[in-house]
């Protein structure tokens, strides 16, 4: 039987209670995750509107359905949130996190500029209050961090217009690949995953926490979006997914503790690292397979015929648009294509 965690599992009973009570309006699911230590930690859901908050830690909630899933910090020096959902569910996101804790917002932490990850940035940002003196009339918001890439493909080439207002863009910029905080008693590394999902993703470790927030690097819903235009590639995929499994621990020695590392993916469910391993393996898989029959001299077509995603495609795949199965296998030759060359 496949292992998940406990936190992951919860998160599924309070889904189909939802589901259930979702014309009951604000609906609270309260579940008690056993640890094998004889200690039980309560973990606490709450669905308001249509955003559902679920903490997994003490000092560590998530909040879905504004878009991609959003992570919460929470602590003496305020809160660190990554990702910001969309625009248009910017003031529930807001109200979310209010509703979770009373601190200050500091930091926003975008792992790629996809508009279901920034589109929140403009409101949670001016809700919030920057931990750094500023002039009287500069913006005291909380800060926006990302990957420099982010601010590149947020912006519009000259002469165009961006699709998101100035006041949606990072306000703090890195290249290097690691950029490093240390906030409300812990170590956040932001690991930039060069050419995955896109040339901006990055991964978030909250160190003492035990979770990582991986961005669209993982998205358990469907095959990975590995965005050709923008700067991804299947090897950088394959490549973050690794450092994704390395960097998480399981349950072990003591595998009925269902403890372990906690990975929020950028949409579904919570993983821990076995999954994380599963999603990687597919993903292999299916890349081995188109490159062995571009090898052999097929061309797209012949290979999108072969159904290379066969064995995933029910879990994984659609036949419609955005992200349908042709729209990966067609990234994942092209990536492969471009690499040859
Ligand atoms: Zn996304």
Known sequence: MRRVNAASRLIRTC????????????????????????????TVSSNTGNLEVLQLRPNFSMIAGAGANIAVQIGDDGVVVVDAGSAVKGEAVVAAIKGITARPIRYVIDTSADPDHVGGNEAIAKAGQT????????????????????????????????????????TELFHQPRKY???????????????????????????????????DVLDTTRFPKIDVARGGTIQGEIAALNRLVDTAIPSVPIVSREEGTLVIPGHGRVCDQLDVAEYRDMVTIIRD????????????DQIKATSPTRGYTRRYGSDTAPWSTNDFVEAVYQSLVREKS
């Open 15 to 42: 889904l189909a209670v939802a589901a259930c009570a979702v014309a009951v309006g604000a609906l609270v699911c309260v579940g008690e995750a056993r640890r094998g230590t004889g200690r039980q930690q309560n």
């Open 289 to 300: 397979r188109i490159r062995d029959l571009i090898k052999a001299g097929l061309t797209l």
């Open 181 to 215: 905080l240390y906030l409300n008693g812990e170590g956040i590394e932001v690991l930039h995953q060069p050419a995955a999902h896109t040339d901006g993703d990055v991964v978030v470790f909250f160190r003492r926490s035990d979770v990582i927030v991986a961005g």
């Open 131 to 170: 931990l750094f003196m500023v002039a009287p009339d500069a913006f005291r918001g909380a800060s926006v961090l990302s990957f420099e890439t982010v601010l590149t493909r947020m912006g519009a080439p000259t002469g165009e217009r961006s699709p998101f207002p100035a006041a949606a863009w990072p």
